[in-house]
């Protein structure tokens, strides 16, 4: 236009506009300012050069998210790993222990998981203004039928092969999913999103455990201070227990009880109920045992024998503790050690001295416990007692001791032998045990096995049979265990008319997978079950994520979940998705540099 005046001076603009059509004027203004013009007034846009720079400034955005979802996962890491073990109110004792630690976890999980929801909303929201030319290709493709449908398949095609790529997240997922329908379906209403006072293993805290596990396993990272973090803790929690074993009490826990109460005898340390202490460390005794190996292996002296002493302490509490579960915990994940290090000569003789360790420990606590005079009155009848006066652990420290000198002076290829000899004598021997076990339970009352373990798990399968179908599909609702099988059983779930636990009203089978199928049918079982069995299959070649396997499943047979065990599986299983995910991404740049190199 004649009329028009365009000069450049640098990079600023002046633009003086004489023409009088105004119109004209704005369009013109317009395109002048989405493009850039030499002083010939040719066309020097770069849209190359507009797009690199649109790509950092997403880069940038998506690091910088990237680094604060990091720092909030390992916010919440901690505060879940090392806070809620160690949480107490002064002053309550173990009065609504259980409450106070959930509410703890509920509003922790609730604060981080809305942050990381709101910031991914906010990336969304701005990916989606950035990149609006995109919207529009897409939706004029989809402008037709035939692109529709090429589009819906293509998307359905890329969502099978994630969920085969990402099979534990997907299984997770559908376990949680699961949960939520079950709630929606549940006659039980807000009982079955809450959860039972004091249990609060609603659908709600199913959902957290859930997301627990996807921030973990998107944003863990470098997360091993935390782990360590949490190793300390579940030693302080022993330490604790310990103390209270000899009569001392630090932290006030028992005060107002008096000699002669269940609760001297049951409830320890800052966990609550020994059965809660024994779920707690069916999931943190694996990690304390894996960073122990991995800190002999990489010949850490230090930090070795800081671990060693570490796990000994725990395992001496669960001998102590009362619960046949802990019992069991602690053998199983040792077994699995030694049989870990088979092939590895230090690792196995640094478990043979941490079992040393464990013996004398064990003769220790038990002659201190007598001396004190709190044997008879801390020590609940059963196998706590007797392994506490079990004179033969001078024996078995002192074969362990001459097993390891015998072990060092001989050659390697004798060495193996002997390792082999001793586990496949040991599952013998613990085969038969187990069949003595059953031989001696035949002439007895199922019903009464177990602590009247047998009897709860006799109404759970009889409650099942006589659901209807969406009963037995969708169960009950979560935590809804005792509300129907209060309504379908005479009685409900009360065992004891004497006693403790008199007139008590449990609200599990003390069985994980029977509660389960109470409480959320078939599909909640199938979808449980999935998770343990995408677990095993993915990570089999992590050690610890094996014998957590092991630990964790063998004790839901005989126990129940709560705010001390599930949350912490599935934020571990979220640890080890992330570590995962990290050993792929660190394979594939190796591939590319081989590639290039070549």
Same mark, same amino acid.
């Given at each position: ?5 365009? !000069?450049?001076?640098?990079?600023? @603009? ?25 002083? #010939? ?37 901690? *505060? &879940? ?12 004792? =173990? ?6 630690? =959930? ?30 030319? #995109? ?57 079955? @999103? ?5 249990? /609060?293993?609603?659908? $709600? ?10 921030? !973990?396993?998107? /944003? ?12 300390? *803790? ?13 009569? =001392? ?26 059965? @809660? ?12 045992? *894996? ?35 802990? %019992?069991? $915990? ?53 196998? !706590? ?12 420290? !002192? &074969? ?5 000198? $015998? ?105 994980? @997978? ?13 979808? /449980? ?33 709560? %705010? ?10 979220? $640890? ?23």
């Amino acid at each position: 236009h004649r009329d028009m005046c365009i !000069a450049c001076s640098g990079s600023s @603009w002046i633009l003086p506009m004489y023409s009088t059509n105004s119109q004209f004027n704005i369009q013109f203004y317009n395109f002048v300012k989405s493009k850039r013009f030499d002083r #010939r007034g040719r066309n020097a846009y770069n849209s190359s050069s507009y797009e690199a720079v649109a790509q950092r400034r997403r880069a940038g955005m998506e690091n910088r998210r990237e680094e604060f979802l990091k720092t909030v996962c390992q916010i919440y890491m901690a *505060a &879940v790993l090392v806070v809620l073990p160690l949480y107490y109110i002064p002053g309550n004792g =173990y009065d609504k222990l259980g409450d106070s630690k =959930y509410y703890l976890y509920r509003n922790i999980s609730l604060i981080c998981m809305g942050i990381c929801l709101v910031v991914q909303i906010i990336v969304v929201v701005k990916s989606c203004l950035m990149e609006k030319h #995109r919207r529009i290709e897409q939706r004029c493709l989809m402008e037709n039928c035939a692109s529709v449908g090429m589009y819906i398949r293509k998307t359905g095609e890329k969502m099978i092969v994630w969920c085969r790529e990402h099979i534990v997240v997907t299984a997770v997922c559908l376990y949680g999913a699961c949960a939520v329908v079950s709630a929606l379906c549940s006659p039980y209403g807000s009982t079955a @999103w809450t959860g039972e006072r004091e249990w /609060y293993m609603g659908a $709600v805290t199913i959902c957290l455990m859930v997301g627990g596990f996807l921030l !973990a396993a998107n /944003y863990s990272g470098q997360c091993s201070r935390i782990l360590y973090l949490g190793e300390a *803790a579940s030693v302080t929690v022993a330490l604790i227990g310990l103390l209270q074993k000899l009569g =001392y009490d630090p932290l006030g826990l028992l005060k107002g009880y008096i000699v002669g109460d269940w609760e001297y005898t049951h409830m320890l340390t800052t966990l609550g109920n020994n059965n @809660w202490l024994s779920g707690y460390y069916s999931v943190m005794f694996p990690l304390s045992l *894996a960073l122990f190996c991995k800190a002999v292996e990489e010949e850490r002296r230090g930090s070795s024998i800081l671990l060693g002493v570490s796990n000994t302490l725990v395992v001496i509490l669960l001998f102590l503790q009362g619960s046949d579960g802990g %019992v069991m $915990v602690a053998s199983v994940a040792l077994w699995m050690c030694f049989w870990s290090s088979r092939k590895k000569t230090k690792l196995w003789e640094a478990m043979l001295f941490l079992l040393t360790g464990v013996c004398a420990g064990m003769l220790l606590w038990g002659k201190g416990m007598q001396s004190l005079g709190t044997f008879d009155i801390l020590l609940q009848d059963g196998i !706590a007692k007797r392994l506490a006066a079990w004179q033969g652990w001078i024996l078995l420290a !002192a &074969v362990c001791l001459l097993f390891c000198g $015998v072990h060092h002076v001989l050659p390697e290829k004798k060495k193996r032998m002997l390792r082999i000899g001793v586990l496949y004598g040991s599952l013998v021997l613990a085969a038969g045990t187990v069949i003595w076990y059953i031989l001696k339970q035949q002439g007895s009352n199922f019903a009464e096995w177990g602590n009247s373990r047998g009897r709860l798990w006799q109404m759970a399968w009889q409650g099942f049979c006589q659901g209807d179908l969406r009963q037995k599909l969708l169960g009950s609702g979560p935590d809804c265990f005792s509300g129907y099988l209060g309504q379908v059983l005479p009685g409900g779930t009360v065992l004891f008319d004497k006693g403790y636990f008199a007139d008590s009203i449990f609200t599990n089978a003390h069985n994980e @997978w029977l509660t389960t199928l109470i409480n959320m049918g078939v599909l909640g079982v199938l979808a /449980y079950a999935a998770v343990f069995f995408t677990v095993f299959r993915k990570y089999r070649g992590n050690f610890m994520t094996i014998m957590l396997f092991f630990t964790y499943g063998l004790h839901s047979l005989i126990s129940f979940q709560q %705010v001390l065990n599930a949350p912490f599986l599935f934020l571990l299983l979220g $640890v080890c998705e992330a570590g995962k995910t990290q050993e792929k991404l660190y394979r594939t740049d190796t591939d590319e540099e081989s590639i290039e190199i070549a």
